[in-house]
């Protein structure tokens, strides 16, 4: 990572954890999880720890309730879809071009 940052490459706001600030390693399915309550990326570290805190069924950036079923994932999103929010309406249309969520 220290080669990569001197090289004067800045990395995008997307790729970096939420909760702990740091650079989410490549490749970062990998390394983190999606969370599509709050359409956040967040590190694996940060998911364990709130793991290890009680946190089993909840987001650990926004605390909401985690999705069951594709349904209630859909309704998640097109709900931020609705609000306007950019990377809903991206991972709405990989979920389509994909044939991700039963779509």
């Known amino acids: 990572d220290e080669k990569l940052y001197n090289q004067g490459h800045e990395r995008d706001e997307f790729d970096f954890c939420p909760l702990c600030l740091l ?33 089993f069924d909840s987001c650990p950036f926004c605390r909401t309730s985690l999705p069951h079923d594709n349904a209630s994932t859909l309704a998640m999103i097109q709900k931020r879809v609705s609000k306007g929010d950019v990377e809903a309406i991206n991972h709405l249309g990989d979920n389509y071009y994909h044939g991700g969520l039963g779509l």
């Open 23 to 55: 650079a989410i390693p490549f490749p970062e399915a990998d390394h983190a999880k999606f969370y599509v309550c709050c359409m956040k990326r967040v590190c694996i570290g940060c998911g364990l720890a709130a793991h290890q805190r009680g946190m």
